[in-house]
């Protein structure tokens, strides 16, 4: 059973940087793509980055491109998210997400296993 576990979130200031990462305590297996989604308080979840099974390829957030920097170790079984040039809409709490798909990154609904979150606050 896949069990995602984030870490890394906490109080940071406008510019600062961060690193969230994200294990898979179940040590299940490694073919699954992995993404990022954060959700602030009254939106909907929004789509932040995604990694394919073997880490070829990378997708974004247009709001993030150039500043967030998705990777993953799969000896690991971890999926990371680094992110730079923080501003205080990026506050959201951050959720790690993983399942067996190959299109769709962006799309919640594809995923078919969920971390808690970790919550990201950027102060102004």
């Known amino acids: 059973q896949v069990q995602l576990v984030e870490s890394g979130g906490r109080l940071v200031q406008t510019g600062g940087s961060l690193r969230l990462s994200c294990a898979d305590a179940?040590?299940?297996?490694?073919?699954?793509?992995m993404g990022w989604f954060r959700q602030a308080p009254g939106k909907e979840r929004e789509f932040v980055a995604a990694?394919?099974?073997?880490?070829?390829?990378?997708y974004y957030a247009d709001s993030v491109k150039g500043r967030f920097t998705i990777s993953r170790t799969n000896t690991k079984n971890t999926v990371s998210l680094q992110m730079n040039s923080l501003k205080p809409e990026d506050t959201a709490v951050y959720y790690c997400?993983?399942?067996?798909?190959?299109?769709?990154?962006?799309?919640?609904?594809?995923?078919?296993?969920w971390g808690q979150g970790t919550q990201v606050t950027v102060s102004s």
């Open positions: 997400a993983a399942s067996d798909i190959y299109s769709d990154y962006d799309r919640a609904s594809r995923y078919d296993y």
């Open positions: 179940g040590r299940t297996r490694t073919t699954y793509a």
């Open positions: 990694i394919n099974w073997f880490g070829g390829s990378t």
